[in-house]
C-alpha cells in the first residue's frame, strides 16, 4: 500500500505545528550543551536550513540526532532513543513510556530497543524529510507488520516530538494520526523482538504522551506509520 494513498480523505490538521529549520538548530545547539552530545558546531553549521514547501501538511522537513553510544550498557540506537524522548519529555505537561514499568523480572536497560533489519544507524545530525501520516487512511484499520520496511521512521520520530510539541499534543487519530515507531523493534524480552514495536500516541483525558508498546500483528485505525521520504 502505498503510504501516500487516500490522502484526499483526511481532514486538514491544526496549524502551526511545525517549528522551522532555523528553530530546530537552535534546539539542537541548546540541547547539545545541556545533555552533553558532544555534536560538533561544524557538523550543525553544515545543515542545509532552506525552506521547502510540501502539498501534504504531514510531511516535515525535520533536523534529525543520531547519537553515538555512551557505553556497553547504552549502544548508539538505545542512547538516542533514551536522550531524545527525555528530550521530548520535558516539553509536555505529563509523558509516560513503557520503560519505566521496572516490575519484578524487569532487568533490561532503559528504551530496549533495536532498528528493523536492513535499517543502520549512523551518527550524526542530519535533515531528513518525513511523513507523518504515511499508510494512514482515516476510519481504516491497519497492522503494523505490513507497513514496515528499510524507510520506516524511527529515532526521527522522537526527534519530532522534541522539536514540535504542539504536534505531539495534536494527535487524536483522526485529524493528525497516533504513531508507529515503525523503524524499531522492542528487544525485551528476548523472545518477542519480532512481535512487538513502539507507538506515540497523546491520551488527552490525562493531558499525557505516551510511549507504548504494541503488537505488530494488532490492527487499529488512526494510527499512521510514518517513512523517510527524503
Known sequence: MSPQVSADRRSAPPPDMFASLVEQVANIRRWNEDREWDIDEHELAAVDLSPRMHADPLVVDLIAVYLDGSDSYLDGVRRTCHELWSVASERQPHTWSWDWLRGDGYDAPPKPVRLLPGIVHRPGVRRVTLDLGAHWIPGQAARPRRLRGPDSAHAEILAAAAHFPRWARAMNGS???????SGY???YPEEGTDKRLPGLAWVQYRRTLSLTVDWV??????WA??????
Open 225 to 230: 506509520s510514518p517513512v523517510r521520504v527524503g
Open 175 to 181: 485529524t493528525v494520526p497516533f504513531i508507529w515507531l
Open 217 to 222: 500483528d494488532h490492527s487499529h485505525s488512526g
Open 185 to 187: 523493534q522492542v528487544t
